[in-house]
């Protein structure tokens, strides 16, 4: 089957799903049983998953070691890889592995302990970001938290479960113009 087959067919699978599995490294996920839906997920003859979706959610997980190990073992293609969800668990940063999932649509981040706004940054080379969550961290509290996160990331249309209206984007770019003050560029002199 090629990739343009495999991407419009795998989407409708249903989800590799480990939520409430007490996982507290991404380890486990190879010894753990994912939990059974309605319908079951489709297996290539490698044994490996046809999924494109991943549910980490409602574990323990403070960070995501050995992520791309663990995928590699689960998923037959795990460069399709569209939707994670790490919900409600004890992430305190926005793991760089996340980054290396092109395909990477839908990331639920919420209800953990990230920390800096600035962790934001790193999912501005998704280029197929479309839902992001990130409330329930403490990042929420930060001033301009919704302004910043649509200002960094152009593309995504839902945050937090809430569409982002063009208000939004007009909105965010006001305030990214009040705020984030440009790189200043500095221009070397030689000395005479």
């Known amino acids: 089957m090629n990739k343009r087959n495999y991407m419009n067919t795998s989407v409708q699978e249903p989800p590799l799903d480990y939520s409430f599995r007490s996982i507290h490294v991404t380890q486990d996920l190879l010894s753990e049983e994912p939990r059974t839906g309605l319908r ?33 073992q689960l998923l037959e293609h795990p460069e399709n890889l569209a939707w994670i969800d790490l ?13 290396t999932f092109f395909n990477l649509s839908v990331l639920y ?8 706004l600035g962790e934001v940054n790193k999912l501005a080379t998704l280029p197929r970001l479309r839902s992001l969550t990130l409330h329930g961290n403490p990042i929420e509290e930060e001033k301009g938290y919704r302004q910043y996160v649509l200002c960094t990331l152009p593309h995504i249309t839902t945050f937090d479960f809430s569409g982002v209206t063009k208000a939004d984007r007009t909105t965010a770019e006001v305030w990214k ?5 440009p790189k200043k560029v500095r221009i070397k002199h030689s000395a005479p």
Do not use: C, E
């Not at 409600?88 to 926005?94: A, E, G, Q, W």
């Not at 981040?109 to 800096?116: C, K, T, V």
């Open 177 to 181: 113009r009040m705020n984030i003050k």
């Open 87 to 99: 919900s409600f668990n004890d992430l305190t940063s926005i793991d760089p592995v996340l980054t």
């Open 40 to 72: 079951p997920v489709r297996h290539a003859k490698s044994g490996k998953s046809m999924t494109q979706s991943l549910w980490l959610n409602n574990n323990v997980l403070t960070d995501l070691r050995d992520f791309n190990h663990a995928v590699s």
């Open 109 to 116: 981040l919420h209800g953990n302990s990230i920390q800096r």
